[in-house]
């Protein structure tokens, strides 16, 4: 069973940048489509960002970050990593890595807090 750890939250003002990563472990990932998840305080759990397991690297952006998040992934770390720009306090919530589909057990979070 695979399972992720994320890292890379803290608090920033509206305006900067985070990186997030999360590594999995107990399997691999590099054949499945994966994505990154937030969770606002009270709200459900939404996806941002994909990247497929497609050769060529594909991603998929929801609207809410599409032209300030980067998602990459580094097979031979399995790793998946989420660059953030021009965050904004909207984007305040505990971040989330899993897979598209046949979701796994998920990790810890890590949380990113924006500040005005």
């Known amino acids: 069973q695979v399972q992720f750890v994320e890292s890379g939250g803290g608090s920033v003002q509206a305006g900067g940048s985070l990186r997030l990563s999360c590594v999995a472990s107990g399997g691999s990932i590099r054949l499945k489509d994966i994505g990154w998840y937030r969770q606002g305080l009270g709200a459900g759990r939404q996806r941002g960002a994909v990247a497929t397991s497609l050769f060529g690297g594909a991603t998929e952006y929801a609207h809410f970050v599409e032209g300030r998040f980067t998602i990459s992934r580094d097979n031979a770390k399995n790793t998946v990593y989420l660059e953030m720009t021009n965050l904004k306090p909207e984007d305040t919530a505990v971040y989330y890595c899993?897979?598209?589909?046949?979701?796994?057990?998920w990790g810890p979070g890590t949380q990113v807090t924006v500040f005005v």
């Open positions: 899993n897979f598209r589909r046949s979701l796994a057990t």
